[in-house]
């Protein structure tokens, strides 16, 4: 069976670009979970490069960090960010974001930038509940997002097979669902993550993520950042065993095969010292195990996150 992992076309759409390009321009994650569950300060850890936000929250909080990547074009943008301060850009998860938010902003005014900016500076989660549901979620988010994230939908139809298949069924629900999940949980006016998704822009004036300078780049006060350009996978296998204390891979397993995912596991289990800690995110649905930690992420977006002690 095949371990190869769809990440290496650098692509989420089935449209070839004619180069590798920027996938993400600002990350996704909440490095919170990551810094609860890691060791103290001193750590070595290995994550995801991708945009440089978990890297850089890692290194602030004094953890001896290795970021790695498959896209050179990734790598580099991370390179700019963590090492030169450069500004965040517009990957082409934020372009497929701000279609979405364009087209609810034309035919719901709940979802008007003015009116999301005052559902954004709530900070009760009780009255963001009553406010989605009562003002949000209504039948007209409903058709949007069925039209666009269903099986045959714009957005799905429009995504790679491999990673059309990692969609949970019926991803318009269950979207809804974790985004009420969220704005349940944690205040919107101190959350980065919910005012990017819903504004596509930075949380004014500060609350920003661990990591990130007054001015919204990436400049981590603490040890430099060691990136590395290759498979996350392969990276993992030729490392020493239990030559890190822990590690987050976040999307890792989302679009390669059961072999792979094996084969992953086995790495991180040879290359995390006995004790060392895991963190593991996907956007699949759980299964029996639960969603683990994915409620405590400020982003709404998980489905799963494991937090393995090895």
């Known amino acids: 069976m095949s371990t190869t992992t769809p990440w290496a076309d650098h692509r989420l759409l089935s449209l070839r670009p004619r180069r590798p390009a920027v996938l993400f321009?600002?990350?996704y994650e909440d490095p919170g979970?990551?810094?609860?569950?890691?060791?103290?300060?001193?750590?070595?850890v290995l994550c995801i490069a991708s945009a440089g936000d978990t890297a850089a929250a890692l290194a602030a909080a004094g953890h001896q960090v290795t970021a790695v990547d498959l896209n050179p074009a990734q790598l580099a943008y991370a390179h700019a960010r963590l090492a030169a301060g450069a500004p965040a850009a517009t990957g082409a998860a934020e372009r497929l974001?701000?279609?979405?938010?364009?087209?609810?902003?034309?035919?719901?005014?709940a979802w008007h930038p003015a009116a999301l900016e005052r559902f954004l500076r709530l900070d009760d989660p009780a009255a963001q509940a009553r406010h989605w549901h009562r003002h949000l979620d209504g039948p007209g988010l409903r058709l949007l997002l069925g039209a666009a994230l269903r099986p045959a939908g714009t957005?799905?139809?429009?995504?790679?097979?491999?990673?059309?298949?990692?969609?949970?069924?019926?991803?318009?629900?269950v979207l809804r669902?974790?985004?009420?999940?969220?704005?349940?949980?944690?205040?919107?006016?101190?959350?980065?993550?919910?005012?990017?998704?819903?504004?596509?822009?930075?949380?004014?004036?500060?609350?920003?993520p661990v990591g990130d300078a007054?001015?919204?780049?990436?400049?981590?006060?603490?040890?430099?950042?060691?990136?590395?350009?290759?498979?996350?996978?392969?990276h993992l296998e030729r490392s020493p065993a239990a030559a890190y204390d822990a590690v987050t891979l976040s999307n890792v397993l989302d679009g390669p095969d059961p072999a792979f995912a094996r084969r992953l596991l086995a790495a991180v289990r040879h290359a995390v010292r006995p004790g060392g800690v895991a963190v593991l995110r996907s956007i699949r649905e759980p299964g029996p195990a639960g969603p683990g930690a994915a409620a405590e992420d400020r982003c709404p977006?998980?489905?799963?996150?494991r937090v393995v002690h090895l």
């Open 97 to 109: 974001l701000a279609l979405g938010r364009a087209a609810a902003a034309t035919v719901l005014p």
């Open 155 to 173: 957005l799905a139809g429009g995504l790679r097979p491999a990673f059309r298949a990692v969609l949970p069924h019926r991803f318009d629900t």
């Open 177 to 208: 669902a974790r985004l009420a999940r969220g704005f349940a949980h944690h205040p919107n006016a101190d959350n980065p993550w919910a005012w990017r998704l819903l504004l596509g822009r930075e949380l004014p004036g500060g609350g920003r």
């Open 25 to 27: 321009g600002r990350m």
């Open 214 to 234: 007054p001015s919204g780049r990436t400049a981590p006060p603490g040890p430099p950042v060691r990136l590395l350009h290759g498979d996350v996978l392969e």
């Open 33 to 44: 979970v990551e810094l609860a569950a890691f060791p103290p300060p001193g750590a070595r």
């Open 301 to 305: 977006l998980w489905g799963v996150i």
